[in-house]
């Protein structure tokens, strides 16, 4: 089966920790993002990524990592200078570069920060 | 995931009635735009698109319109299904700099009453 896979579903976390975040994807597609999904609010970008080692900084990157180091996975690891990091991340893919591409969606990790 | 229904608008329909679901986007230069649906803990799904050049584009049971003189696009679904209950949201491609970017709606819950 192709798909994106997140993992793991949720992830709970201290105040002060570092997180990464999965996402890995068999499809083969060269583009990558990341969106974080608060309650009653579209999806932000945080990240994304045209190709392997190359990646651009989304809306809301502060307070984000990411390494693109292989074509399938495009790990996001949230900082502790994220002055917010509880909420639905969602990670996306699309076989060509540009946000016209549909966009394919993994099934998300729920973080909570304590 | 779970919240992402909270604080939004919400459509109740029953089960065999048509739905329309409406979005309206604020760049006039948009020229691509996309409707998903997201279920209750998951990420979301490409349901059909629409570019700039065209008013009307049909699916399965799903049509989408666009009326580019007052940035309105809409999604009827016909003979509403318990299955289509979910979150519904619009995104449109608007030029950033040299390159686009992908624009993101709050979205309506819709539920559907057997």
């Known amino acids: 089966d192709g798909g994106i896979t997140q993992s793991p579903k949720y992830l709970f976390r201290k105040e002060g920790q570092n997180v990464t975040l999965s996402c890995e994807q068999n499809l083969n597609h060269d583009a990558m993002y990341w969106y974080r999904q608060d309650p009653g609010q579209g999806l932000r970008l945080i990240y994304y990524s045209q190709i392997v080692n190359d990646f651009q900084k989304g809306d809301i990157a502060e307070g984000y990592s990411v390494s693109r180091e292989k074509k399938e996975s495009f790990p996001l690891t949230v900082t502790s200078a994220q002055k917010n990091p509880t909420a639905f991340y969602l990670c996306?893919?699309?076989?060509?570069?540009?946000?016209?591409?549909?966009?394919?969606f993994g099934p998300g990790t729920r973080l909570t920060v304590t | 995931g779970e919240s992402v229904g909270l604080h939004l608008p919400t459509l109740s329909v029953q089960e065999g009635d048509n739905s329309i679901i409406n979005c309206a986007y604020s760049?006039?230069?948009?020229?691509?735009f996309i409707w998903y649906k997201q279920e209750s803990g998951k990420g979301p799904q490409f349901i059909i698109d629409i570019r700039s050049n065209m008013d009307k584009r049909q699916g399965q049971r799903v049509t989408v319109l666009l009326n580019k003189t007052v940035k309105h696009l809409s999604l009827q679904i016909a003979a509403t299904q318990p299955g289509d209950s979910a979150v519904y949201f619009c995104?449109?491609?608007?030029?950033?700099?040299?390159?686009?970017?992908?624009?993101f709606g709050k979205g309506m819950k819709l539920t559907v009453n057997p």
């Open positions: 760049n006039s230069a948009s020229d691509y």
């Open positions: 996306a893919s699309s076989i060509g570069v540009g946000f016209a591409y549909e966009q394919y």
């Open positions: 995104a449109e491609t608007q030029p950033q700099g040299g390159s686009e970017k992908l624009v």
